[in-house]
């Protein structure tokens, strides 16, 4: 699903101010805790992918310092 198909749909859901999108790439749990200025234990990850046509997400709200 594209960004622009994602911020469709939330925003059909009554979701559009839940929306944050940040332009330069967030790659690690530690760059989105400083760019959002969180605990690194408060970050999800997540997986998406499509499954036979079908969206698929993975969300893992389990850090590393949890462990």
């Given amino acids: 699903m594209s960004l622009e198909n994602a911020r469709r749909d939330l925003e059909s859901r009554g979701f559009a101010h839940l929306i944050v999108h ?7 749990v530690q760059d989105a805790a400083v760019t959002i200025g969180c605990e690194e234990k408060r970050i999800a990850k997540t997986l998406s992918f499509l499954q036979n046509d079908v969206p698929v997400l993975i969300v893992m709200v389990r850090s590393r310092q949890d462990r």
Avoid at 22 to 28: D, N, P, Q, V
Wanted: hydrophobic residues 30%; proline residues 0%.
């Fill in 22 to 28: 940040h332009e330069t790439g967030i790659a690690t």
